[in-house]
Every structure is written in C-alpha cells, then in structure tokens.
C-alpha cells in the first residue's frame, strides 16, 4: 500500500508526498523499535525481579541453615571441652557410657552447604545483570564463590578418625540410632542424651578408662576443639553476611516498580 503510494507519487512528481511517505515508514520502524525495547526491559524488569525473590528465599533457608549448623558446631565443641575436662580429672562423669558417647560424638562435623541453584542459573545465563545494584551484584559474587574458608571448616581432624578405630562399631551403631539426629545436609544436625544399650559385651568402663588416658587421642581431640572455635568465627561470619544480603534483596523488593 505505501510502496504504491510512493510510486504513483514519484510518477506524479509530487515531492511533498514522496518525503511525507518516506516520513511515515521511517516513524513507524522508529516507534516499531522503541515498543520492542520498551517491552524488553519490561521483560528484564520482571525477570530481574523474579530473580531478586528467589534469590531472597535462597538466602532466608541458607540462614536456617547456618544457624542450625552453628549451633549443631558449638554443641559438638562442648562435648569435646567435656571429654577433656573428664580426661583432667577437672570434672567427674556421671557414668563410663557417658564418656564413650562424649568421646564419640565430639568428633562430629559437617557443614550446611548455602542453598546456590538461582545464582547458578544467572551465572550460566548472563542474568546476573539484571541485577541493577553494583554492589549487591558484587556482594552476592563474593558470597557464592567465597570457597577458601572450606579448607577449615569442613576439615575432618585426626581425631575423628582415632576415635572411631577405638569405640567397638556395635556402641557406634547404637550411637548412631539413638544419640544422633541428621537434618539431611540443612544444618539441623544434632546429638541426642542417649542411654547405653541394654546389653552389651564390651566392658564399658574399661574402654572409658581407655579413651581417658590416651594421650594421642587427647591431645587430637585439644587440637580438633581449638579448631572448632576458628570455625565458629567463620560460620559467625558468613550468617552475618546472609543476613545482611537478605535484608538488600528484601529492600530491593520493596523498592521495586
């Protein structure tokens, strides 16, 4: 329709028309591209903040996580600060059984991965500028590929290992079902008071005499409490940093158009 108009123009010589029409396409690839950018951005507005959600809710579970797997941290390091003070004399076990389950489950560990799925998809697909913060695009950068403190804090000591070769497998079975709690890799782990199983042929207080005047595993399990302190500071740390991303992402959804 316009090709024609055009034409039937330049045959005429009617100039003015010529340029009008020539206008008129021109204006309408120009509005034609501006609506096709408008709604792209309108579809990266949206998809950021789609993004911005589920990133906040990764954040709200890695802090259940962190907060579960620090305290999980702390009463695996006070079980061990116990077995010591029983191995100094500095306090008295209420029974042999108590000191094999203590010297046991103070070699606990484990970790409470962050939750990492939305940020892995923005990485893998460029999405991560839609993120309009700088800096919140950096924090969250640092946040997920902060790897070198893994080096501490999932460390398994030497005494882990020693303690295990010592304790006869049938009272780390029974450990296991009744003293233990797994949170299946959330932070939710926890050690349970247990009593001893109900027949045994190991002799309790002989092994307990054992684990209390070994040395070695001792002197492993002084080390593996010390650190266990620099973990702690460590997961402090990165539940500081959750909650501080977390507290961005929720302004950045409040101040969303």
């Not at 999932?154 to 233990?180: G, K, S």
């Not at 991303?245 to 101040?255: D, K, N, S, W, Y």
Request: net charge negative; glycine share 6%; proline share 4%.
């Amino acid at each position: 329709m316009i090709l024609s108009r055009i034409t039937k123009a330049i045959r005429e010589q009617n100039w003015f028309a010529v340029v009008l029409e020539f206008v008129i396409v021109i204006l309408g690839v120009v509005i034609g591209f501006q609506v096709t950018a408008w709604n792209a951005r309108q579809a990266d507005l949206q998809r950021g903040q789609l993004y911005i959600e589920r990133l906040s809710a990764d954040l709200a579970e890695n802090r259940t996580r962190a907060e579960g797997n620090i305290a999980f941290r702390a009463q695996v390091r006070a079980l061990g600060l116990d077995a010591l003070a029983f191995a100094s004399g500095e306090r008295q076990p209420d029974s042999s059984w108590q000191v094999v389950a203590t010297y046991f489950n103070a070699s606990q560990s484990g970790s409470a991965y962050p939750v990492r799925a939305t940020y892995e998809e923005m990485l893998s697909t460029g999405d991560l500028r839609l993120i309009a913060d700088l800096d919140l695009r950096n924090a969250l950068s640092v946040y997920y590929t902060d790897s070198g403190i893994t080096g501490i804090t999932d460390a398994l000591p030497p005494y882990r290992a020693y303690v295990r070769t010592l304790i006869p497998i049938e009272l780390q079975e029974h450990i296991w079902d009744n003293c233990y709690s797994s949170g299946s890799g959330t932070g939710n782990q926890q050690v349970l008071d247990c009593p001893p199983p109900e027949t045994s042929p190991h002799d309790l207080e002989a092994l307990a005499a054992r684990l209390l005047n070994d040395e070695r595993l001792n002197g492993e399990l002084r080390f593996w409490v010390s650190t266990q302190r620099a973990a702690l500071v460590i997961y402090d740390d990165q539940l500081r940093r959750t909650l501080s991303l977390h507290a961005a992402l929720t302004a950045g959804q409040e101040t969303a158009p």
